[in-house]
């Protein structure tokens, strides 16, 4: 990696934050950023790179949260980014060899980091649907994809079908809409943790404990 590019250019410091971005892409940007602060260090651009990699740590949180506890997860990934990238700076300032990034904390820090975009993501989401006449018609469908095989496609035709029937009896389609894609997203970072338990029991949890209706 090339520091002159780093520094005089936003690429790769670009938003990349997705409705909890893929494990993989975390890892890549993660990655990228060490070997960054390593590089940029070692060649005696730390307060620089300083700069820079403060700015890119803001692509890693939820700027839509909104709620209380989307941002204290954000606050979270700040500090775990930040950690991240002082050891990598640490790294270009003690070490003359090619920078690269320790396999085993750049995991660690992946899943920290993507545990926490989705656990934002859900409290984000889950406030457009919870404050709606339409959460209680919504609550079922998300506590099935945790308990049944029910597949994406199916999960996104019953949201379907609740607008639709809002709209039929004259509901306000802006309010409808806002709510049927909250419940998608709500769904989407669902689906996206069926493969980790523990993190798919938080969220039911987070869903049962912040019902209103």
Do not use: W
Request: hydrophobic share 40%; with cysteine; proline share 2%.
């Amino acid at each position: 990696m090339r520091i002159k590019h780093l520094i005089f250019l936003p690429v790769p410091f670009i938003s990349f934050y997705l409705n909890a971005a893929s494990l993989d892409e975390i890892n890549q940007k993660l990655d990228e950023g060490y070997r960054y602060a390593c590089n940029a260090t070692q060649t005696g651009n730390a307060e620089a790179a300083s700069l820079a990699l403060e700015n890119y740590r803001t692509k890693f949180i939820n700027s839509a949260s909104r709620s209380g506890f989307s941002e204290i997860m954000n606050v979270e990934i700040n500090k775990v980014v930040a950690e991240f990238f002082r050891k990598g700076m640490i790294q270009g300032n003690t070490s003359t060899g090619a920078c690269e990034t320790p396999a085993e904390l750049l995991l660690q820090t992946s899943q920290a980091v993507y545990s926490r975009q989705s656990k934002s993501a859900l409290a984000s989401a889950l406030d457009g649907v919870r404050f709606t006449e339409y959460a209680a018609q919504a609550y079922p469908i998300f506590y099935s994809i945790q308990s049944t095989g029910i597949s994406e496609d199916e999960v996104i035709e019953q949201i379907n079908k609740i607008g639709n029937n809002a709209i039929i009896n004259n509901q306000n389609a802006i309010d409808v809409s806002n709510a049927t894609n909250a419940m998608k997203e709500v769904a989407k970072v669902l689906f996206s943790a069926r493969s980790d338990p523990e993190l798919m029991k938080f969220m039911m949890d987070y869903i049962n404990n912040h019902k209103l209706h």
